[in-house]
T-cell receptor, first 116, second 116 residues
């Protein structure tokens, strides 16, 4: 079945530092890949997505590139802000033979704290 | 427009009590999903509805869990005879079918259930 492995946290950075959160996946087919963000006390929000190999998803200064050859979808941001402090989840959808292409499979999440 | 809403936001139940969690999806969204998020973990799939039909309930952890969506809109997740291991955040998501095979899911804020 599908699985997602993401970098264990917590990650603590200073404002304006560079961020990378690693994510790799296992899927038998060609899934779509997502990064979701969960701010304190709030629900999951879609941050960005990529639906095919070599696609780059981007939003709010964050970006991630769908790398089929390394089965990865690492999240990056050049200069983080205090307001980026949240839990980030890598997820995949689809890519399973035999159907069930509607279940999101999530990683365990990475807590990011950005200090001023 | 309005997003996915869930109620109550917090629920404390004594072991053995029954609980009912409500989800109002985005208007017009055909698909509805329930996920369970244990503390420090990523969400895990519970069940999936397309309109009023429950097409997949493979993730429900036991027969104490029951979900319904009788009119293809609002959904209720019911847990009978709650146990401490049921303590988690229960997330609802909805999506509109797209022309492709992947379904972007929009999440509600979740209901945090604590069983004492």
């Amino acid at each position: 079945g599908n699985s997602v492995t993401q970098m264990e946290g917590p990650v603590t950075l200073s404002e304006e530092a560079f961020l990378t959160i690693n994510c790799t996946y296992t899927a038998t087919g060609y899934p779509s890949l997502f990064w979701y963000v969960q701010y304190p006390g709030e629900g999951l929000q879609l941050l960005l997505k990529a639906t095919k190999a070599d696609d780059k998803g981007s939003n709010k200064g964050f970006e991630a590139t769908y790398r089929k050859e390394t089965t990865s979808f690492h999240l990056e941001k050049g200069s983080v802000q205090v307001s980026d402090s949240a839990v980030y989840f890598c997820a995949l959808l689809g890519g399973q033979s035999g159907g069930s292409n509607y279940k999101l499979t999530f990683g365990k999440g990475t807590l990011l704290t950005v200090n001023p | 427009g309005a997003g996915v809403s869930q109620s109550p936001r917090y629920k404390v139940a004594k072991r053995g009590q029954d609980v009912a969690l409500r989800c109002d999806p985005i208007s017009g969204h055909v698909s509805l999903f329930w996920y369970q998020q244990a503390l420090g973990q990523g969400p895990e799939f519970l069940t999936y509805f397309q309109n009023e039909a429950q097409l997949d309930k493979s993730g429900l952890p036991s027969d104490r869990f029951f979900a319904e969506r009788p009119e293809g809109s609002v959904s209720t997740l019911k847990i009978q005879r709650t146990q401490q291991e049921d303590s988690a955040v229960y997330l609802c998501a909805s999506s509109v079918r797209t022309s492709g095979q992947t379904y972007e899911q929009y999440f509600g804020p979740g209901t945090r259930l604590t069983v004492t």
